[in-house]
DNA sequence: GCCAGCTGTCAACAGTCGATGACATAGGCT
DNA sequence: AGCCTATGTCATCGACTGTTGACAGCTGGC
């Protein structure tokens, strides 16, 4: 019980923490598992161990769950709302998604994730409020609030660094009922 | 003159082109120098004889001029139609936007070359047709090119990579009127 | 014809990385 | 208490990286 007990499902736990915050704040290739395995105050191959590879490891650190709301019944004029909510929250309450976006410019592993996430979260839930040409509707939904995000977290673009939550939701409001309903 | 003749500049933008198919594809820190000297067909230490390091081989090869059009004028309607055929000439005609966008996911340098862009050539290019929140309007249509290009050259999901540039432009044009004059 | 300098090569270094397998230690169960 | 397994460490391997300095060969000007 003194200092860290040998827990290995907390230690689990910490690692992908750890992971998580590299992955988001480095990229994938800069992220080593020397230092995961440092942040946490464990041996490297601890990593290996548990995780299998570092692939291994990304994969688990970066699974993204949206939790995106059933949209069915959802009025047109809140529909905007409610989404730029639930994104904002996936994107500042955890490090997955940031994870997930910036290794998956450079790993297809990554790339290929984000492309599950969006067929099997956002075009089911969207495929509740639009009649046609729901894939891509979904599609530039996503392109949207994925531009968004890499402008304020990954590129630091100071107007959109700056922007309050509201003041996103005023802005991209507009651009997703288009996307979702014209 | 017979194969390759001893000329330093031609060597030099066989290299430049060579490296940016690499760092398009494969994103800053995958591309290798010897990667990119094997692909001209020289020696590694040629290329940091050149340019120094790998870093001012990025410098030099993702250096981005969108020669963006006078805007002042346009008429409102086709806005759009201008800017979007403006960045899919970027887009498709040369490697350098994918290079300088898939290694800003990962280098603090290309992250700062894009805000430079943004800064030099969209802002200013977009002042001349919205009277205020001129930098704002500017991030946004930036995240709005940027999210699309995103969903279609780097992780390729599949609605955007069919679409066609009429198709495109059908769906972007009124998000950036949008962004621009409300 | 020959030398100087531009163009390119070669070998190597110093560091880092992911991964492996042998080894140590702690702690619960009997 | 004593053992057995889960938990974690250590040393090391092999490969690859950016970068450097010494060297080689071609070519144009005197």
């Known amino acids: 019980m003194p200092g860290r007990a040998r827990d290995a499902d907390a ?22 598992i020397r230092a995961v395995a440092g942040d946490v105050g ?20 970066a699974d993204l769950d949206l939790q995106l709301p059933d949209l069915t019944g959802v009025r047109a004029g809140e529909l905007a709302k409610v989404l730029v909510d639930r ?3 996936v994107w500042e309450d955890d490090d997955r998604f940031l994870a997930l976006l910036r290794a998956a410019a450079t790993s297809e ?22 009649d046609d040409r729901a894939p891509e509707r979904a599609a530039l939904v996503g392109a949207t609030v994925l531009g968004f995000a890499l402008g304020r977290y990954v590129l630091r673009v100071p107007p959109l660094v700056d922007m309050t939550r509201d003041q996103a939701q005023a802005w991209l409001g507009p ?4 996307y979702l309903l014209d």
């Open 11 to 32: 230690t689990r736990d910490d690692l992908l923490a750890a992971a998580r915050r590299r992955f988001a704040a480095e990229g994938y290739e800069r992220t080593t």
């Open 42 to 61: 464990v041996d490297a191959a601890l990593v290996i161990r548990y995780f299998g590879s570092k692939e291994g490891l990304f994969t688990r650190a």
């Open 87 to 89: 994104f904002f929250a």
């Open 109 to 130: 592993v990554a790339a290929e994730a984000m492309r599950t996430v969006f067929a099997t979260q956002v075009a089911p839930a969207l495929a509740a409020v639009t």
């Open 175 to 178: 651009a997703l009922r288009h």
